[in-house]
């Protein structure tokens, strides 16, 4: 059980730093820092560059047989992830570990540096999100857009 949650960690992060973080480049069009200091607006452009950087490195990495793993249209997300982890080295898996602390680091002290209004607009804008995936059935599962018709509590938000 401990090697499966550890793995899924690991899948998580080849996930979101593969990924171009389609959803986050989304958000961040969307999000323009209103209602933000000056230095909360500095930080969170220091935290994308940063990310970015991580990704970059991270890509220069790559091998010809782990590319082709990513890029082989015969392969589903899970056997192309699967795949993936299994080729890693050890130093490639260390830098995507460094990204994951680094990342869950900086978002902690960016929420201990929000005011309470900050935080409860951040929370409104998050439940809001949710809802319009909800209504249009994207990434959630069957249960809650069940529970959403019914006018139920969702999990999470």
Request: glycine share 8%; no cysteine.
């Amino acid at each position: 059980m401990k090697n499966l949650v550890k793995n899924a960690g690991w899948v998580l992060a080849i996930v979101m730093l593969l990924s171009g973080n389609l959803f986050a480049q989304k958000q961040e069009r969307q999000f323009n820092g209103e209602g933000l200091s000056e230095e909360q607006k500095a930080a969170v452009q220091q935290h994308r560059e940063a990310n970015q950087e991580a990704r970059e490195t991270f890509k220069s990495t790559l091998t010809e047989a782990q590319l082709e793993i990513l890029q082989n249209p015969d392969l589903t997300r899970e056997e192309k992830r699967e795949a993936f982890h299994a080729t890693l080295s050890e130093a490639q898996k260390e830098m995507m570990q460094t990204h994951m602390e680094s990342r869950h680091m900086n978002r902690e002290a960016f929420r201990h540096n929000m005011s309470e209004e900050q935080r409860d607009g951040m929370q409104h804008r998050r439940r809001m999100h949710r809802g319009e995936q909800i209504e249009k059935g994207e990434g959630v599962h069957e249960g809650e857009m069940m529970q959403h018709r019914r006018g139920g509590k969702m999990g999470g938000g």
